[in-house]
């Protein structure tokens, strides 16, 4: 198994790739800490994952506060004895997110809180535990609109992944001789419930899926198993990469006939 006897701790584990991700992951050996703002959500994550004949454990919490952090990352060491992996996977996506003069500052705040301001937090707090492990792996989920600019505008979701780019690398040099890799993993546009939410017209999705050269969105479960693959040993010499799994939207930015 590629995660034998690894503890990983997951946020926005309640759906999506997160959810995906905890399955998977649990299958290949690890003992899965399943961190949800949703407490619900990450239960049914967990029942999932033990009914799947694996090892899970649910912790809520909403990952912009400094508390909730250091309060999982306890957890995790608190319960399992130690923490191997951290994936900060937890983002938002919000349908008020536009261009810069319609974007109104609540929604800039609250995407920045969570989807940057979330995964330093996880980084500050987990590190330490990681240290404390002798070494591990860190993957933060960007997106591919952190390279490149989307063609529905979001400018709030766009600009708090490129921060999780640069925050990969910085953190990715600074903990390189730790045993510490660090990086980001970079969805394009996939068929989950956030992208749907904020694509919620034909029109729009179109718009998105004209430029993928696949031809189709993506699959959580696709996008966990790349994220299985920087958790793993397999990856050891990978780190602060941006691991792009997009349908080839990056290679070759289609436009419409």
Same mark, same amino acid.
């Given at each position: 198994?590629?995660?034998?006897?690894?503890?990983? +701790?997951?946020?926005?584990? #309640?759906? #999506?790739?997160?959810?995906?991700?905890?399955?998977?992951?649990?299958?290949?050996? &690890?003992?899965?800490?399943?961190?949800? /703002?949703?407490?619900?959500?990450?239960?049914?994550?967990? &029942? +999932?994952?033990?009914?799947?004949?694996?090892? !899970?454990?649910?912790? =809520?919490?909403?990952? !912009?506060?400094?508390?909730?952090?250091?309060? $999982?990352?306890?957890?995790?060491?608190?319960?399992?004895?130690? +923490?191997?992996?951290?994936?900060?996977?937890?983002?938002?996506?919000?349908?008020?997110?536009?261009?810069?003069?319609?974007?109104?500052?609540?929604?800039?705040?609250?995407?920045?809180?969570?989807?940057?301001?979330?995964?330093? /937090?996880?980084?500050?707090? #987990?590190?330490?535990? /990681?240290?404390?492990?002798?070494?591990? !792996?860190?993957?933060?989920?960007?997106?591919?609109? &952190?390279? $490149? #600019?989307?063609?529905?505008? =979001?400018?709030?979701?766009?600009? !708090?992944?490129?921060?999780?780019?640069? +925050?990969?690398?910085? /953190?990715?040099?600074?903990?390189?001789?730790?045993?510490?890799?660090?990086?980001?993993?970079?969805?394009?546009?996939?068929?989950?419930? $956030?992208? $749907?939410?904020?694509?919620?017209?034909?029109?729009?999705? =179109?718009?998105?899926?004209?430029?993928?050269?696949?031809?189709?969105?993506?699959?959580?479960?696709?996008?966990? =198993?790349? &994220?299985?693959?920087?958790?793993?040993?397999?990856?050891?010499?990978?780190?602060?990469?941006?691991?792009?799994?997009?349908?080839?939207?990056?290679?070759?930015?289609?436009?419409?006939?």
């Amino acid at each position: 198994m590629r995660l034998a006897e690894k503890v990983v +701790l997951i946020t926005g584990a #309640g759906s #999506g790739i997160g959810r995906e991700s905890s399955l998977l992951f649990a299958r290949e050996g &690890a003992t899965v800490v399943a961190v949800d /703002l949703n407490g619900d959500a990450a239960s049914e994550t967990s &029942a +999932l994952v033990s009914k799947d004949g694996g090892a !899970s454990s649910t912790f =809520q919490a909403d990952v !912009s506060r400094a508390a909730d952090c250091e309060a $999982m990352v306890a957890f995790a060491e608190s319960t399992h004895g130690r +923490l191997d992996v951290l994936f900060n996977n937890a983002g938002v996506m919000i349908s008020s997110d536009d261009d810069a003069m319609a974007t109104d500052e609540a929604t800039w705040d609250l995407t920045m809180n969570v989807n940057a301001k979330g995964v330093f /937090l996880g980084c500050k707090y #987990g590190i330490p535990a /990681l240290r404390r492990a002798g070494g591990g !792996s860190i993957i933060n989920t960007a997106s591919f609109v &952190a390279v $490149m #600019g989307a063609a529905t505008p =979001q400018v709030a979701y766009t600009a !708090s992944k490129g921060a999780v780019l640069a +925050l990969t690398r910085e /953190l990715a040099v600074i903990h390189a001789r730790e045993n510490i890799r660090v990086n980001a993993l970079c969805p394009g546009p996939l068929r989950t419930e $956030m992208l $749907m939410k904020f694509l919620d017209t034909e029109a729009k999705r =179109q718009r998105r899926l004209v430029h993928i050269p696949m031809g189709r969105f993506g699959e959580a479960r696709e996008v966990a =198993q790349a &994220a299985l693959f920087l958790a793993s040993d397999e990856s050891s010499f990978i780190t602060g990469s941006d691991f792009l799994v997009d349908g080839g939207i990056t290679a070759a930015y289609v436009t419409p006939e």
